[in-house]
């Protein structure tokens, strides 16, 4: 900082406008940043090799902490992995249920991201009267399944929760809650500070999405035609009519319009779903099935952040491997060509606008340099005495 | 004497009204809010805590205090006057904000240096509009100090400049859409992100008196000299200042720029026709 032109500004690990912990170095000329890099590696908790040697039923309280936003998509998509491998079917009914929790997943997420992208505007009235919206649909998880923000609701071929009898509660609070989004949507799509903020800023051309490989909503606002539920449906969405929302401009303010189209139609799609599910109470199983012989299975599935994988391999009754493939690790490259000659008060919004989530990303840790025999074993924990 | 007693408790009612501007904005935004008296806690905790020690970094928060503080002795009750004390009354206002900016640097962390930077930018235009607001006023009301200023409504006579005066208030206020030199989601604290304890709590009584200093000289010069009319303006001021935090984003720097070259050309035509 003494004298020279360009310097360093650490922008996190810790920042008000970061929920997560990430460090954005952003080499910087006055108020212009000429570029930025990211450095990953805060919320590694070695998960992975955690879930190795657990029974595949246990894997899945493991996989739901991965992420405190999308713990559904994380345990819908391991279960429906480990029930690909064992050639598991289920029943509609399961798949339906899921479906709906995965729905409402998918508005509370988006709720987060554009509460929190307000928040970095300084609009705090927006972020907290769009929280508040979020609060009805945790209202919701908690009177279906006894968690706000973890749910524990998969089991391997079944579900924990019932939506049986509350049918009419559910449908209930999606027209209230497509009424009071629709309101905010009001507020921030005729605010002209807003729209100067937020317009032509951090765009993403479709060219640019498609040679990234963008996935998720960012990459629909960018022209992308993608979508898991759609390119390769699972659980029952192949049932529904639904189509994707495409925007074509791709700069931030197209992403939160995107986002909040989303939640009505997600909110379309639970009110379909809740008339379609048979009206019969689930008939719960306490036996764990056994998986002796040896598999493996794969499964992808449309979380709220985009495209999630999952590849399971078990051999008596143990998970050997689990390799996950979060939505944010597939997109997060586009961070560093984003944050190249933009202003430092762009940034929060440029990276609050496409939703990354560390806690996800940071599923390996890699060292710059090859290591030898001993180093590695130290790396792994295994202490040598020779 | 009663007159230095006023003049003592000042600061005082400075940050009992940025608890009610608190409580304001929170009823706004349809929540209960911090109690009033919770900047009186928050400083008071600070107090109780340890400074930097010594240097620069001691000395700039106590200075920029006594700076926002010294601005009552010319108004509301003036207890000292002279011919054109209205110019020395800008330079303490200039005088805080240079004190800011200076803490902002003497810390030498990024934030704060960004965030003075970004306050001197924001400083060279609309301390310009708030001068040349005041000598308006001044020109209009024929007087030469506080003490001459004639006791009427000027509203019908500089409208623009009111207008004009308002868009300053916002912007010492640091209020939204102009709070960009002390955004948080940029750049932390800005100038005061590395002060803490009794440094950070003369900062705060220093920004909080300043900010009282801005309304009520509104008051003073806009509305006649009584105190029902001072504390009906005053209030209304912070209920304007609420409404504009709760409705609007924040500018980025180069846009709050350009909003203000309008609030600046608002102020210079008044003073034109007069002229």
Redesign the interface.
Known sequence: ?HGEEE?V??FGPQ???LSEPVLLKLK?D??KVISGAAEFGYMHRGIEKMLEGKTPEKGIMICERICGICPVSHSTCYTMAVENAANEKIEDKIAYERMILAELERMHSHLVCIGLQ????????LF??LW?ERERILDIFEKLTGGRVQHSSNRISSVNFDIYGVENYLIEEMDKLKKGVAKYKKEYAV?E??K??TKNIGVITKKEAEKFHLVGPIARASGMHQDIRIDDPYLKYEEFDYSPIIFDKGDVYERTMQRTEEIFASADLIKKIVNKTPKVAIVPSKICKMINERCQGIQRVEAPRGELFYFVEIENNQIKRCRMRPPTYAYIRILEPLLTDC??????MIVSSIDPCFACLDRVMIENKILNKNEFKKMCGVHTHD | MIKLIIWAIFPIVGIFMEGIKRKLIARMQNRIGPPILQPFYDVWKLFNKKGATGGMLSILPILSFIGAWSIFLFFPMPIISFDFDYILVFYMYVFVSISLILAGIASDSPYGIIGSMREMVLMLVYEFAFFICIFTFFLYGGANSFTDMPSRVLITRVPLTIVALLGVILIELRIAPFDTAAAPSEIMAGYTTQYAGRDLAFFELAEMTKKFAIVSIFAFLTFPHNMVWFIITSAGMYFVCAAAKVTSPRFRIDQALGAFAAIFFLAFINFLIFV
């Open positions: 900082m310097y500004l650490p920042h008000p406008a910087m006055g108020e307000m928040h970095d505007m300084g609009f705090d009235t907290m009267f508040r605010n500070i807003l100067e903020r202003k430092l008060g762009d940034v929060p």
